[in-house]
């Protein structure tokens, strides 16, 4: 009998592991089957598209749906440390990646002018003028990073399916809008100045850093202490190696900016 109720908890949880699996890879598999036919309509209209930004699109989304599938995504339902290297891949390295790739510049110079013209309607709206602003996806980023491991709520992702696919849906959604928020790399109608997007960017690395020894210090409830160190040490240094990329390439585009402004208006003696 105890065998009987085992094996129907394991068919359970198996059930529930490939429904959010199903769920959360639909959204990567169809943003990659979009953009390849943005691709080729773009070619088909002679407008050529820069292969490495394809190359980027595809490694941001192969990078993501590692970690929403097996084994990957079952391993990191037993393990802390590899849930955290799911986290900087889903929630960090992967929409940088997506974010170069520049996919709304791709959209609106496939699409016909009008719809074109409704999109950047849409762009403009009130709603984006809020999310644009680059501390409020620094917000949503690292508040609901603290939010998922200093709450119950990292126990409550592991053991109810929607949780979980919203987690995840949230996790890379606020890493995708912070990284776009802060390099502007597709075209954004309400833009900041350098210095207020490097002061959110500081201040979003403090609270990643600061979360980080939270979690060395406190593990995060039903987690083993070995692996919450090893997570938190993870999140703390892998953490830092995708934002040195942001970094430079922020400080890259400020040096450019600064560089096509003084040949526009050169200094005269």
Not at 41 to 47: C, D, E
Request: charged share 10%.
């Amino acid at each position: 009998m105890m065998e009987h109720q085992h094996g129907n908890m394991a068919y359970t949880a198996h059930s529930m592991d490939s429904v959010t699996q199903i769920l959360l890879t639909a959204p990567f598999i169809i943003g990659l089957l979009l953009y390849f036919t943005a691709v080729i309509f773009s070619r088909r209209k002679n407008r050529t598209w820069p292969i490495y930004r394809t190359v980027l699109w595809t490694a941001g989304s192969v990078l993501c749906l590692i970690t929403v599938v097996d084994p990957l995504a079952s391993i990191a339902h037993q393990n802390f440390t590899m849930h955290m290297f799911g986290h900087l891949l889903l929630g960090m390295l992967g929409p940088l990646f997506m974010v170069l790739a520049a996919p709304m510049t791709l959209l609106l110079r496939t699409l016909p002018t009008r719809y074109a013209k409704k999109v950047t309607v849409v762009l403009r709206s009130p709603f984006f003028h809020f999310l644009s602003n680059p501390i409020v996806p620094a917000v949503l980023n690292i508040g609901g990073l603290w939010l998922l491991y200093t709450t119950g709520l990292y126990s409550m992702m592991e053991t109810i399916i929607w949780v979980h696919v919203l987690v995840h849906l949230h996790v890379f959604l606020a890493g995708y809008f912070f990284a776009a928020t802060l390099l502007y790399i597709d075209p954004i109608p309400y833009r900041y100045s350098y210095i207020y997007r490097s002061l959110v960017l500081i201040l979003a690395l403090a609270g990643h850093k600061i979360l980080s020894k939270v979690i060395y210090a406190y593990p995060p409830e039903g987690v083993p202490r070995a692996e919450a160190e090893a997570g938190g040490m993870l999140m703390y240094y892998g953490g830092d190696a995708v934002d040195i990329v942001i970094i430079i390439i922020l400080c890259y585009q400020w040096y450019q900016s600064k560089r096509t402004r003084e040949v526009r208006y050169p200094v005269t003696g």
